[in-house]
């Protein structure tokens, strides 16, 4: 074991630009981030470690692939709309596969046996490549971090879900209530499905942070400007 | 915010596939995460894996050159007794940050995308498996004499030392050094529960 050099720092150690931070909101922000905390601790949690316990993790894993397989077609638009017809051509193909050997999408098909990735494209990348800014960082009640745009981007994003377009027809009479449930419904069951596979992974990223706020925040615009980039 | 939460903790699963020997930067990664998967794979006990590990995350990472890039401007106004009080210190919460994830250790799939040199400075490029899609991850390198050695990575975007340096800089602008410190011990001491 050696020890670097210590003695000649140099002035390069500001090559990379700082993080570019637009938190105008941070008072409220910091308000709805300590509400959703208490909000994960103590319902989301225990509920993702009931589902946890009582069913396998095959079932969590596939009922995870279904829902990634059934909102293709948000991600399929969102590729289209920033001209990315290799991506485009994975979600078509993906999707194909997935539904039919896939069976609905519960197994994952299209990565295990063709290597054939889904994409992450979503609304708040198309609106970025379009060139509209983030806007300031906001932070929502149950939904989480977000820009301005990315808030857009999201309505985009459940606008192109499956339940948005297709169960309504099989419930009526349909109203702005019903929409608001499914969207809800779906959300939260995708969500709590998803917590399932790790329960404890949020504590464990937070366990690394001096403030939890901070952490978050500089996580998701660096993330979520590097997937404008791409 | 789940999505998020997922993204983030893809930098956990990271450190454990670097480590650097004298060659090129993306040479030297292939074999250290070689070197590092062959000793997890091992049947060594939990405790001298964490021990070769730690090693070769000693010889083969800048904790200076971290230190420095993840504070920025602030580093320069520590004398230098801080400043290697610091980048022990912060070295030691990254390492400790990286063992922690190995108790997680999956066998997962790594590709070697390329490398980028530009100077004394490399980044070298690879995809990591996790939780069943391909993350991005980068090592940024820094050449000192013919070692090329890590000082920062990126998970999907997100930069260690950008992730730090906004808590770091305002535990400094509210507590100086000492809190800052104080906030490190804090952080070490979750590992030892």
Redesign the interface.
Known sequence: ??????DN?PD?????K??V?NDPWEGFNRKIHAF?DLF?RYLMKPVAQGWNFITPAFLRQGINNFFNWAYTPGRLVSNLLQAKLTGAGRETAQFVINGTVGMLGFY?AS?EIFSL??T?EDFDQVFGKWGIPEGPYIVWP????YTVRGTFGFGGDVTFQPQTILVPVYIQPRTIWVDIGLIVGFYSAR?VN??S?DPD??D??I?????PY???R???L??T???V?D | ??I??????LG?ALLFSVSVFAAGPQEIVKKAVSKVLHTLDSKKSKKEKRHIIS?IY??NF????MA??TL??D??KLDNSQ??EF?DKFGRFVLE?YLDKIDKYERNKIEFVGEEIKGS?ATVMTLLEY????A?VNYTMTQ?GDQW?VY?FEV????L???Y????A??LKENEFEGLMG?LN??LA?YKK
């Open positions: 074991m050696h020890a670097k050099s210590t720092v390069e150690a500001d090559e990379e700082d993080l931070i959703n994960f994952n990565k990735e889904q992450n149950f939904i989480g971090p969500a998803r917590f596979l992974e949020y464990n990223l366990k690394d942070s001096i403030d901070v952490f978050i500089d996580i998701y660096q993330n400007r590097k997937n980039a | 915010m789940f998020y939460v997922k993204r983030a903790a956990a090693e000693h010889n800048d904790l200076e050159k420095s890039n920025k401007s580093y320069k400043k290697k980048a940050f400075r939780q069943g899609k391909m991005k000192k050695l920062d999907e975007g997100v930069r030392s950008s992730t340096r906004s808590q770091f305002k535990v906030e804090k952080l979750k």
